[in-house]
């Protein structure tokens, strides 16, 4: 198994709803994403996959949506007031937890086809949350397929 890890950095605003702390205040962040790669081959290249091919398309991905952008749970009434600016806000379903953020970041990671395991955001320099989706547990040998009868 051959692993690899991206760093992309990018600042986000957001708030939290229904969160009892200074959280639910609008405020920024300088993030950090630590994209990880896994195959258990290497290309043609010996590569899991070209580290600036990962720059060149997630960067562009979070450039585009969450760089120096507010991102806020729809429902949020902050969103109208800042797009009635002319301002862009970047909406999700769940609160903007950096739990949340990971797992988006983990999911446009896949859509761009990469053989990603897991994604890291650092909130602050102390604080991280980590994504990585429940794997189903390993068949065993003898399950399906197998057309060996027992001797
Ligand atoms: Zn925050």
Known sequence: MY?????????FGHRLID???????PHGHNGRAEIR????KLN???MVADFRDIRHSMQAWIDENLDHR???QRGDPLIEAIENLGQHVYVIEENPTTEN?????????ELQGFPVVSVTLWETSDSYAT??????????KNDIGS???AP
């Open 101 to 109: 953020l990971a797992r988006l970041l983990y999911e446009q990671t």
């Open 37 to 40: 790669l896994a195959h258990n």
């Open 70 to 72: 507010m991102i806020l």
């Open 44 to 46: 043609e290249q010996g």
């Open 3 to 11: 692993e690899i890890v991206k760093h992309i950095e990018f600042c």
């Open 147 to 149: 057309e060996t009868t």
């Open 19 to 25: 969160y009892d702390g200074k959280c639910n205040q």
């Open 131 to 140: 994504y990585t989706p429940k794997r189903l547990p390993k068949q065993p």
